[in-house]
């Protein structure tokens, strides 16, 4: 019954959307270019409003249908998949946006036959064909009908972000964002936190922006690292340190965000308007879109290293994960300066060693301990026997061909723990995730004990023997 009401709710969708698309497409043709009023409202965008509403309302129906039935795993696993994937896709956008854009700013020919109207031009080649490009001081005499504004891939990357922190640490909150070692809070109370400390950020930053700090490079810098500090150590003491390099992120894509929506977009509105009127152009507005935009170029690489570091528990399982994160945020925002400095041309012999120096400290800091337990204070011959029943209780919860975990509903990543070979060809991940960085079980949800991960380090280090 449940899949033949969820398949009929996507088919009234799936028309509902072909009836807008169509009256979309009849209103289109009575408004020259799709456009609605003067603000820059299109019919495009409010296709893909109706489009998200639409698909929200499936979801969300759909979950309800779903919850507490065998469907419930699979709808979040493919919640999962699809949102992410969007996440990426939209992330690429703007972040490719982001890159070339700067790279224009700081790659163009300022001086040699340039008219007086221009900032500058560019002359590229790309895919077999060449390309010549100009940038304006102002705007043009005359604004073209068709001129494209990047702005959607910012908002789509930031709301598919903010519904893939609901879809993984807010609906399950209690594994997956709250570790009651660090700070044992109601799940309510943890969202709450996460999504205020967002608004915080932003209003702390936009204000910051506002003083004439903003103006000296160097005072901002190390105002902006301070202040990134202390925002990756609230989150450590807060939330599990996987959930709080995870709210790091979004922080910072907040900020991205907000940058487009509240500056940089009504900023180029307003110049359009003006030129388009024959009215002054203020130039303050472009440079301090500009600026905003540049800041922008720097969060993009501390972000990209935040979507991917779930992957990496030797960052976010280090006793210190505040100061990891602080450190790798530095060095990748560092390596993204040379690159901007390489680009006008200003590259300096300091900047990328010292960028790529921290980033191996990093590294370097973060390795295992050699006063760990080793072979010779182990228990001889620990058997297969032993280690199989400590994997059962405490892993195969999760990893299991049949998962028992009231949150997982199939095994994370496809990795299972159901026979004595899935246990030895996994080894390695079990001894980094297990035993050295201590980030499985999640949140030790199941509670493995010290005595358990030690035994388990001892029966790799003898060889992980079948016997």
């Not at 909150?173 to 070692?181: F, N, R």
Request: aromatic share 12%.
């Amino acid at each position: 019954m449940t899949q033949f009401l969820l398949l009929g709710m996507v088919a009234a969708v799936v028309g509902l959307l072909a009836v807008g698309s169509w009256v979309l497409h009849r209103v289109a043709r009575t408004h020259r270019g799709g456009e609605l009023g003067t603000q820059g409202f299109t019919l495009q965008g409010f296709a893909y409003a109706l489009t998200v509403l639409a698909v929200v309302f499936v979801l969300a129906v759909g979950y309800q249908f779903a919850q507490g039935t065998a469907w419930e795993g699979h709808l979040m696993e493919w919640l999962n998949i699809v949102v992410r994937l969007m996440h990426i896709t939209f992330g690429i956008a703007w972040i490719g946006a982001s890159f070339y854009f700067v790279f224009l700013e700081n790659a163009l020919n300022r001086t040699d036959n340039v008219r007086e109207e221009l900032a500058g031009n560019l002359w590229a080649v790309h895919g077999g064909g060449f390309y010549y490009l100009e940038k304006y001081k102002l705007a043009p005499k005359e604004i073209p009908k068709a001129l494209h504004w990047f702005k959607y891939e910012a908002y789509f990357t930031w709301l598919t972000g903010m519904s893939l922190l609901f879809v993984v640490y807010y609906f399950n909150a209690g594994s997956m964002l709250i570790d009651p070692k660090v700070l044992d809070l109601g799940p309510l109370t943890g969202v709450a936190i996460g999504l205020g400390s967002f608004a915080v950020a932003w209003l702390l930053y936009h204000v910051l922006c506002r003083t004439p700090l903003v103006k000296n490079n160097l005072a901002m810098t190390v105002l902006g690292v301070l202040i990134c500090t202390a925002f990756a150590w609230f989150y450590c003491q807060v939330f599990s340190a996987r959930a709080a390099y995870i709210h790091f992120g979004a922080m910072l894509g907040t900020l991205m965000v907000g940058n487009v929506f509240f500056i940089i977009i009504p900023a180029q509105k307003a110049m359009v308007k003006a030129a388009t009127e024959g009215l002054p152009l203020d130039p303050e507005l472009g440079k301090h879109a500009g600026l905003r935009s540049l800041h922008n170029n720097y969060f993009t690489l501390p972000v990209l290293f935040v979507m991917v570091s779930n992957h990496f528990p030797s960052t976010f399982g280090h006793s210190y994960p505040w100061a990891v994160l602080a450190a790798i945020v530095l060095g990748t925002a560092g390596v993204k300066h040379w690159l901007n400095l390489r680009e006008k041309h200003q590259a300096t012999g300091l900047v990328l060693p010292l960028a790529a120096g921290l980033l191996l400290a990093v590294a370097f800091v973060t390795a295992p301990s050699t006063e760990a337990t080793s072979a010779a204070a182990c228990t001889p011959n620990v058997t297969m026997a032993q280690v199989q029943a400590v994997v059962q209780q405490r892993c195969a919860r999760c990893h299991s061909a049949t998962p028992t975990d009231d949150v997982f509903k199939t095994a994370p990543n496809g990795v299972v723990y159901d026979t004595p070979e899935d246990i030895i060809r996994l080894q390695d991940k079990i001894m980094q995730r297990v035993v050295i960085t201590k980030t499985m079980p999640q949140n030790n949800k199941t509670q493995m004990t010290q005595e358990e991960r030690d035994l388990i380090r001892c029966w790799i280090e003898q060889g992980a023997l079948n016997k």
